[in-house]
């Protein structure tokens, strides 16, 4: 059975730093590129973040290059998102994704509220 489990979120204040988490399983994690998307109330998911399968490459959205790292270890079947200098507009549902070949794979969401 697979599984995308999202840990990390919560409120943090302007300026503040998250980690999140993804827990894989039930699927070769090594052979998947990963991605972080997020998805604002009224508005339609968006991707933030993604990695290849060995991760030798990522790229990120325009508005969070240089604040947001992804990052992910194949030993542990995890992937990683270090958030910094969070803003408000960063707040939404973040979700974890696997994509390889014809397969897709989506986390549950974990909810990120950067406010004062």
């Known amino acids: 059975q697979v599984q995308l489990v999202e840990s990390g979120g919560g409120l943090v204040q302007p300026g503040g730093s998250l980690r999140l988490s993804c827990a894989a399983s039930g699927f070769t994690f090594s052979y998947y590129a990963m991605s972080w998307y997020r998805q604002a109330p009224g508005k339609e998911r968006e991707l933030v973040a993604a990695?290849?399968?060995?991760?030798?490459?990522?790229n990120y959205a325009d508005s969070v290059k240089g604040r947001f790292t992804i990052s992910r270890d194949n030993a542990k079947n995890t992937v990683y998102l270090q958030m910094n200098s969070l803003k408000p507009e960063d707040t939404a549902v973040y979700y974890c994704n696997a994509n390889a070949w014809a397969h897709n794979y989506w986390g549950q969401g974990t909810q990120v509220t950067v406010s004062s």
């Open positions: 990695v290849t399968s060995a991760g030798g490459s990522t």
